[in-house]
């Protein structure tokens, strides 16, 4: 009887341990459960997060001036966070893929030309490639469409009574080189719109018009700038059907942008 009691107390025990150990396993199940879970929420926040910051530009009459800030803010991203980041940058552990972004300026030069004073491309020469006039950014830490405008623009904005002065300039660029035969008032009014503008009291009005038609000077600064001010103004279409996300990672990976053919 003795021996039976003793049976029954050591196969309690076991069970207990068994019930125990049953708990606990089924403890650790829920907590690894509860951790994939909250890691893989984080995850998915992080990516919304991010997509977020790019899905507001997948719309129509995107401005100029936006593209202008969204490809400095893929190629910093890119730099950063993806697989073509150098140095001790994130992206050396991270190497998400890069982010692509093109810009389609119209399938022929008439919509390019609508950026431009004179139907003359000047600042967009050596920029636009392919028939399309399209711009390229693709997995790049290096922002060639901002570098290569911005050498010309800064050394025109300095030449030319700084940002204020140059726009001032575009803004009454018809009353400064005339057409036909101008009045000696409608001459004086250009040479002083010049002066105020850049303070330079030197340039007379044959000094503007013999600018006229020269690949360099006065008239090809301003009829330069001008195209970048239009190219501000520019509405774009993001091509939805054409943005693209990485299967993996779910993190918008390529945007596709198009000249509408409204500048205002």
Known sequence: MENASKALIIAGSVLIAIII??????MFNSLSNYQDTKVQNTREAQVLEFNNQYETYIRKDVRG???????????????????VATGTDEGQNLKYQPMTVNLSFGDNDAYLEKFTYDNTKRLFNNILLGNNNEFKLDKTTSNNFYQKINSKIENIEKNYGGSSGINNLVAGISNLFLKGNPSDDDKQKAERLYTRCTGNYNITFKDLQDSIGEDEGIYADICTYYEYVQFKRAHFDCIESETKYNSETGRIIELNFKFNGKVE
Not at 21 to 26: E, F, P, S, V
Not at 65 to 83: H, I, W
Request: glycine letters at 4%.
């Open 65 to 83: 001036s936006d593209l202008y800030s969204l490809l400095s803010r893929v190629v910093d991203y890119n730099r950063r966070k993806s697989e």
């Open 21 to 26: 150990i049953g708990a606990l396993i089924l």
